[in-house]
């Protein structure tokens, strides 16, 4: 997972931390990209979103997920942290309750988070190898689920 958003991210993303402990150590992120980007897609997530860092949650789970994974990444997502964007990367979807709590996240208190899967993943690097934006496959996800709400 963390190879294939650096392959298709790094840069203009700085390179990804791994494993990424809290400082009281409680809690645990799994993918962590700095954003730098000065200009173009990351420049406008920065800006709007507060993406200093994009936290990644990676489930690699046969089923659906839950509330409670969207919950934990809504937790680690924060004006004063690492900002207000973050990813769940899955093998399909969530289920009905956990895309109600992604969408009261985004209403409540700003927090964009975008699921991407299998399909996603392999579309950005399609783009990545033919030339094009991988972001753009965030970006339309982004797009898709504010123009929806």
């Known amino acids: ?6 392959a298709t991210l790094c840069p203009p993303l700085a390179l990804p931390y791994t494993e990424s402990p ?3 150590g409680v809690n645990r992120r799994d993918i962590i990209i700095p954003n730098y ?3 173009g897609f990351w420049a406008h997530m920065l800006l709007f979103y507060s993406a200093h860092y994009i936290v990644v949650d990676a489930k690699n789970y046969v089923g659906a997920v839950k509330k409670r994974e969207v919950l934990q990444l809504g937790n680690y997502l924060s004006q004063h942290g690492a900002g207000l964007f973050g990813m769940i990367a ?3 979807a969530l289920d009905a309750g956990a895309e109600i709590t992604r969408r009261e996240l985004w209403a409540f208190h700003r927090k964009m988070i975008v699921v991407l ?7 950005m690097l399609v783009a990545h190898a033919g030339g094009s ?15 929806g709400f």
């Not at 997972?1 to 650096?6: C, E, T």
């Not at 899967?117 to 392999?122: E, G, K, M, S, T």
């Not at 339309?140 to 123009?147: G, V």
């Open 117 to 123: 899967n299998d399909d996603d993943l392999i579309q």
């Open 22 to 24: 809290t400082r009281d």
């Open 37 to 39: 980007a000065s200009d």
């Open 90 to 92: 899955c093998r399909t």
């Open 133 to 147: 934006d991988p972001g753009d496959v965030i970006r339309q996800k982004i797009e898709d689920f504010r123009l």
């Open 1 to 6: 997972m963390s190879d294939a958003l650096q």
